[in-house]
């Protein structure tokens, strides 16, 4: 064979290895994520008031559905809403009155302060809040997160655990109407969702999820407060490994909250998808490396082409196609919702491998129609873009 044909050769060998170790990690997470939903979780001993901190931007689809979940929840203690804004004429706050208006026994504090402590405006936004909570157990959560009643007392539960410092949540996608949210929502159930587990049980994550982060204001004090991770783009990842490195646990309830989705273009959906990839490559570089295996049928379709349809190749694109559509199938009836939508699992799986190799590619990052640089540490700095004439800063909830 000439050169050109043992290069072929050996890249199809080797795309057919990693398809191979993708169909046996596939089945894996299928089966993690089955027992993770099914573990009993940790009822609360007591029933400590409790500061539910929102940090708010725009008018989202589901606001007012998530946030209403929030006010329903089956918790006998005393809980506390501080919604928060940088601007007093967000539309955000006007959801906000009409919550008032239907639970006018809720508790509601509301901060409108344009104080910026840093690129991260959600930090910023946070630590313009913090002074007005008046509870001790603290629950950060975003906007664009909905829960089931039972979600504060399951958390609580959590927290109260011997050594525990901070509990976080795993979650789902919710998506709003359209083709695009869809497919994230695809991304994150049968990529995101499974990964995470699979990593949890196999100790090679160390997540913290910004869709949940609840402490006592004690272990807050204890990492040295928020303003520090003002300039982090993940700064849900940074408080996790604060908090550890203070030698408290981070534990994770088994349940999934649901996140919405709401990417409407194709260009809002690269651009979060390359900004995730890019800021766990800069943070977890082995980490992003190892999450290829999550992409069995890229991989073995690569297979295919390099061997010219070998029939070895044709059969493992056959069975990465059935160990993805198993994995669904299992992750659906785990998360209780309909299995549906199955043409969009290979075209998810593929366009996830494209951003996949394109996070490679730069350290830049699109926040919110913002551009960011994000260095070894996962600090952003705002990259002047010519084409708008001003320099960037974050936007963020």
């Known amino acids: 064979m000439s050169p050109a044909h043992w290069l072929a050769f050996g890249c199809a060998l080797v795309c057919g290895a990693a398809a191979f170790l993708g169909i046996v990690y596939t089945l894996l997470a299928a089966v993690l994520l089955g027992r993770f939903l099914a573990r009993p979780g940790a009822e609360p001993v007591g029933f400590p008031p409790v500061t539910i901190v929102k940090p708010l931007h725009g008018a989202e689809w589901a606001l007012a559905r998530n946030l209403e979940s929030f006010c329903k929840q089956d918790y006998p203690g005393e809980v506390q809403f501080v919604f928060g804004v940088h601007d007093a004429a967000d539309p955000a706050l006007a959801t906000v009155d009409d919550l008032r208006r239907r639970f ?138 604060a908090v550890r490195a203070a030698g408290q646990q981070i534990a994770i309830p088994p349940f999934a909250v649901a996140h919405a989705c709401v990417e409407t273009t194709a260009a809002q959906l690269v651009a979060h998808e390359l900004r995730w990839s890019r800021t766990i490559r800069r943070i977890d570089p082995l ?3 190892g999450s290829a295996l999550m992409y069995p049928l890229a991989f073995a379709l690569l297979a295919v082409a390099c061997s010219v349809a070998a029939a070895w190749a ?79 800063s974050s936007e963020s909830n």
């Not at 809040?129 to 609580?156: C, K």
């Not at 730069?362 to 960011?372: L, P, Q």
Request: with cysteine; aromatic share 8%; charged share 20%.
């Open 287 to 289: 980490g992003h490396l």
């Open 104 to 241: 006018p026994d809720a508790h509601i504090t509301v901060v409108s302060d344009p104080t910026l402590h840093g690129p991260n405006r959600k930090i910023s936004n946070i630590l313009n809040m913090l002074p007005r909570a008046e509870h001790d157990v603290l629950v950060f959560a975003d906007s664009d997160v909905h829960v089931e009643p039972t979600y504060l007392r399951r958390v609580i539960g959590e927290l109260q655990r011997p050594g525990v410092g901070l509990v976080t949540c795993a979650y789902r996608g919710d998506p709003d109407p359209g083709f695009w949210p869809r497919m994230s929502a695809h991304s994150t159930n049968y990529q995101f969702l499974p990964g995470v587990v699979a990593g949890l049980a196999l100790r090679m994550a160390r997540p913290c999820f910004g869709q949940t982060i609840a402490m006592r204001r004690e272990t807050l004090d204890l990492i040295g407060g928020l303003t520090q991770f003002a300039r982090h783009l993940a700064e849900d990842h940074a408080i996790g490994e």
């Open 314 to 392: 044709c059969w493992l694109a056959g069975a990465a196609l059935a160990a993805r559509g198993l994995l669904k199938f299992l992750s659906d009836r785990a998360l209780r919702q309909p299995s549906r939508h199955w043409w969009m699992l290979p075209l998810g799986d593929i366009g996830a491998f494209a951003m996949f190799l394109a996070s490679f590619l730069s350290s830049r990052v699109i926040w919110r129609g913002f551009s960011f640089r994000v260095d070894g540490d996962g600090l952003i700095s705002p990259v002047q873009d010519k084409s708008l004439g001003i320099a960037m």
